[in-house]
Nanobody, 122 residues
């Protein structure tokens, strides 16, 4: 079984920064890529960023590029999402996911964490 556990969410003010972590475990864990998605109340889940675990190739949602940075520490089996200049519209549950494919589509991801809440107050 593959387990993904997110942490680092919380309540912050607009303009603040936050770093999310996603720790992965499992004897058979060997995805090609990991990604962050988010889902705000009443909205569909949307792609945030993805990274390949071997070479660190990255991809970002066009609307978030420049404020968010995805990175990984393979020794720790952990992926991070650094979020800067946070806005109230960034409020959502943030999920990490793992896939054997390189994709922005959530249905291409087979393993998901439970999510971590990020709330940005104005």
């Amino acid at each position: 079984q593959v387990q993904l556990v997110e942490s680092g969410g919380g309540l912050v003010q607009a303009g603040d920064s936050l770093r999310l972590s996603c720790a992965a475990s499992g004897r058979t864990f060997s995805p090609y890529a990991m990604a962050w998605f988010r889902q705000a109340p009443g909205k569909e889940r949307e792609f945030v960023a993805a990274i390949t675990l071997r070479v660190g190739r990255t991809d970002y949602s066009d609307s978030l590029k420049g404020r968010f940075t995805i990175s990984r520490d393979n020794a720790k089996n952990t992926v991070y999402l650094q979020m800067n200049s946070l806005k109230p519209e960034d409020t959502a549950v943030y999920y990490c996911a793992a896939s054997i494919k390189w994709s922005r589509r959530d249905y291409e991801y087979d393993n998901w964490g439970q999510g971590t809440q990020v709330t940005v107050s104005s």
